[in-house]
């Protein structure tokens, strides 16, 4: 059964060829979304397998966002991703709940797999 997967990142076109990316390599895209507020809205209606959270979204915090979505449903898989380096991104992500990081240039269905498995 192929992982479920939501996406939350603010470029549009990178939603799009993520989106299509990950499908053709047998993850099952449920939702794609640019903001906080509706990236807690889907996970919650959605339950995805793993939330794809872009560190930087727009005027709002990445990070942050990861927290939430941890409190509000405990135990589900994030896995952080960005343009930034690994080095750039663990040094703000310290205590993250996310299970990992993936620069977006590294992004695959395997790598983000083996994050959460």
Not at 59 to 80: K, N, W
Request: proline content about 5%; hydrophobic content about 45%; some cysteine.
């Amino acid at each position: 059964m192929p992982l479920r997967c939501l996406i939350v990142d603010d470029n549009h076109e990178f939603l799009v060829s993520a989106s299509t990316l990950l499908s053709s390599q047998g993850m099952e895209i449920v939702g794609t979304t640019s903001t906080g507020p509706d990236a807690i809205r889907q996970a919650e209606s959605l339950r995805p397998d793993v939330v794809l959270v872009d560190v930087q979204l727009g005027d709002e915090d990445g990070l942050e966002l990861a927290r939430r979505l941890d409190e509000r449903i405990p135990g589900i898989a994030m896995v952080l991703i960005s343009t930034h380096s690994r080095e750039d991104v663990m040094e703000l992500a310290g205590d993250s709940p996310a299970a990992g990081f993936l620069p977006k240039t590294a992004l695959s269905a395997e790598a983000i797999a083996s994050l959460v498995d």
